[in-house]
Structures are given as C-alpha cells and as structure tokens.
C-alpha cells in the first residue's frame, strides 16, 4: 500500500481544498493518471498516480480543506487499467462516463463544470492551447442547452461540494448562498491585510498615450511578421516602469521587520483576470526582456489564466504589480498593494479628452495612471517622481531605448 498525499504546493501555500476526486475506490489506474484535483489559493492542481495500482480508499472527500503531507487516500500496487484502442471504440460510452471524457484535454475547471451539467467533453471544440478545452468552451456548449425542455432523464444532482442553482422566479426576493473558493478567500484575506498592515496612500497622474500609439500604427506590421504577436501597450509601461523604479529604488523593495530589502532584480507582476479571481504572473528579470519577449510572455499568461492552466511557479515572488483596470472600461481607480511589495501601478482607459498643449486645445488620446505605494518606506515626493519619470518615458518612447 502507498499513501495519496498532497503535495508540496509552491512558495508560501500550505493548503488546499479537495474540488473533486476523479477516481473512486476499487477504480485501477496508470503511472500519471490524475486522481484528485486540488483547489488552491493560486491555481487548480491534480495529483497523479505514481505508479500503476487501485484505488483503494479515500480519507478526505470533495469539498474538504487538507494541508501539504495530508494523506487523502491509499493506492494499492498493481496492474493499471488497459484499454485497447480498439476496443474501446467499439464500446459505446455509458453517459457517467461520457461525461467524465478521461481522454479528453481539458482544464480541470472545465472538467468539473463539464460532470456537474452533464456535458460529453468529446463534443466540446477547445478554444485553449493546443485545443484544449477551457471553461468558457463548456460554458458555451451549456447555453444552447436552455431551449425548450424536451422529455429526457432528469440532470443527475450535481456532486458536492456545487450545490444546484435555485430558480429565480421574475419579482421574488430570492437568496443564494455559495462557499467562496480558496481563491476568491484569500484573495479577500490579503486584500483586508494589506489595508491594515500598510499605510498605503494612491497619487494619480495623466499621460498622453499619441506617442506609444503612433508608434504602434507604424510598426504593428512588422512586429506582428518578427514576433507573431501584436504589438500591445503593455510592453512599453513594463520599460518604463523598470526606468522608473531604477531611478527610485525604494519601490522595488519590501519590509522585513525593522530592515528594507532593496532589490536590484526587476520581477514584474501582471494582473490577469480569470474565472476564479485575479491572478498575477510574474515576468521575471523583465528589465533584459525585449518588447516581444515581454508581448509573447504576457499574451501567454493571459491564454493560460482562462485556461486555468497557469502554474505556481508563474505566481511565485515579483517585485513589483502592473494591473490594467482599462481593458474593463475603467476610468481611474486606486489600486490595493501586493503584499509583500510596496507598490502596484494602476492603468487606465484611453479617452480622447481637450488638453493644452504649446498653449492651444487639442484632443489627445489620455490616460489617467495612479501609483499605491506604501508610506512607511516611499516618501510622497518619491511616489509623485516615480509616476512623472513614467510619464516622461511614455510620451517619449525614444527614451527607453537609451536606458541601460
């Protein structure tokens, strides 16, 4: 017998939750077949078999909150499973079965989301990477399914720890209570944290986004033929941002204790938004990073994070956080700090907004940025000099190049 632990989960997350087992006891399985899948403050993970066996018992069930080096179940050595492909192609699938789709490629949200409505993961066209098929997909492969109720066998009641959505009916006042995911839980932890720990302040400036947009008109075409990849705005705000945090090094440290950590490597954090809460993945030692290489990488998180494929590694450390509230529409906002970093800048929507400029009123693409620093080791003249050196490189992308 060989014990099922949870394994180590990466840089400072020592728990998880049980979302769903995905073998039963007495089901036989192969070397690197997944067994369970684990919900994390960070990612979604599964852990594999280790070696060929049966599942023979399960010590936490779904929904359940385990520590790493818990025993949640007991795999005894074996013979795995063999299907011959023949074979089972010749076997029509059972609908417990089609539902759960083993083969299938798919995120481990999706696949949950997929067993709860009863969706055959072998007719869902994956959108994600390398046809992967993501939570959104199935999602999609639900909604043509609100249509007339036709006679059929009533939906299976969906496993724990989902509970089944009450019908709103038009003018009642009906309620519904959901358990936060381990995610959207911490997520709310650190952000309360961080307002009580820091004494956290926002300063809020403007810039003229014609430059940067100019100058992507210009060369979108042969960046997009070099690269294989649009040339974005995020981009340009990572090199300034590094330029800016290289002229004011405390908001590129952190607070350990009665000490300030200065630290001359550049780990920049980019806010994505996914299903179950925001993440940030982390460019690291984004300063020797070109254009495209910062392009590729962030368009790789953002494919990775609807996914729900990004890993704890990604996550891990950053120096610094960059979040866009613009792409949502966002007009200004004050964004909350990180922990443990003492700065996160804010972006914003572009808006063609009257400015003076040589003394006349013009019409310029404008973007309002705003900085949250911490008070205890950034002073505000430093917060105020940080955003106008941004600025500065923003409206004059030439100067990027002349950084070292």
Same mark, same amino acid.
Not at 1 to 24: F, Y
Not at 331 to 337: A, E, G, N, R, V
């Given at each position: 017998?060989? *014990? +099922?632990?949870? $394994? @180590?989960?990466?840089?400072? +997350?020592?728990? !998880?939750?049980? !979302?769903?087992?995905?073998? @039963?006891?007495?089901d036989r399985v192969n070397t690197g077949d997944a067994l369970v899948s684990l919900e994390t403050d960070k990612v979604d993970i599964e852990v594999p078999a280790d070696h060929p066996g049966t599942l023979v018992s399960i010590a936490h069930q779904d929904g359940e909150d385990v520590k790493v080096g818990d025993v949640i179940g007991v795999l005894e050595p074996g013979e795995g499973v063999a299907v011959p492909a023949t074979t089972a192609a010749a076997q029509p699938a059972t609908a417990s079965e089609a539902t759960k789709a083993p083969d299938t490629k798919a995120t481990p949200t999706a696949k949950r989301m997929a067993e709860t409505h009863q969706v055959n993961l072998d007719t869902v066209s994956g959108t994600g990477s390398s046809g992967r098929v993501t939570k959104a997909d199935v999602t999609q492969a639900i909604t043509p399914a609100a249509k007339p109720a036709q006679a059929a066998a009533p939906a299976p009641k969906p496993a724990a720890p989902v509970a089944p959505r009450p019908a709103v009916v038009p003018g009642s006042r009906t309620e519904e209570r959901v358990r936060m995911t381990k995610r959207r839980a911490t997520i709310a932890k650190r952000l309360v944290e961080a307002q009580h720990t820091a004494a956290m302040l926002t300063t809020f400036n403007e810039v003229d986004m014609t430059a940067v947009m100019a100058l992507r008109e210009r060369h979108k075409k042969s960046f997009q033929e070099r690269h294989g990849v649009g040339l974005g705005l995020t981009s340009f705000f990572v090199k300034a941002t590094i330029a800016a945090l290289k002229a004011f090094p405390p908001l590129n440290a952190e607070i350990q204790g009665e000490e300030i950590l200065y630290k001359h490597f550049y780990d920049i954090g980019i806010a994505v938004g996914a299903a179950g809460g925001l993440v940030v993945p982390v460019l690291r030692d984004a300063d020797r990073m070109s254009f495209g290489g910062i392009e590729i990488a962030t368009r790789d998180f953002a494919t990775r994070a609807k996914e729900g494929t990004i890993s704890l590694a990604d996550l891990a450390g950053g120096t610094f956080t960059i979040t866009n509230g613009g792409?949502?529409?966002? &007009?200004?906002?004050? $964004?909350? &700090? *990180? $922990?443990?970093?003492?700065g996160i800048l804010g972006l914003h929507k572009i808006a063609d907004r009257p400015v003076a400029v040589n003394g006349q009123v013009v019409i310029r693409p404008m973007m309002y940025l705003a900085l949250s620093y911490d008070h205890r080791i950034v002073d505000g003249r430093e917060a105020v000099q940080f955003l106008v050196r941004l600025k500065a490189c923003i409206e004059d992308p030439g100067q990027l190049l002349l950084e070292d």
């Open positions: 017998m060989s *014990n +099922v632990v949870v $394994p @180590q989960l990466g840089e400072s +997350v020592v728990e !998880a939750r049980i !979302a769903r087992w995905l073998k @039963q006891p007495g792409v949502f529409g966002s &007009l200004m906002s004050t $964004p909350i &700090l *990180n $922990p443990p970093q003492v």
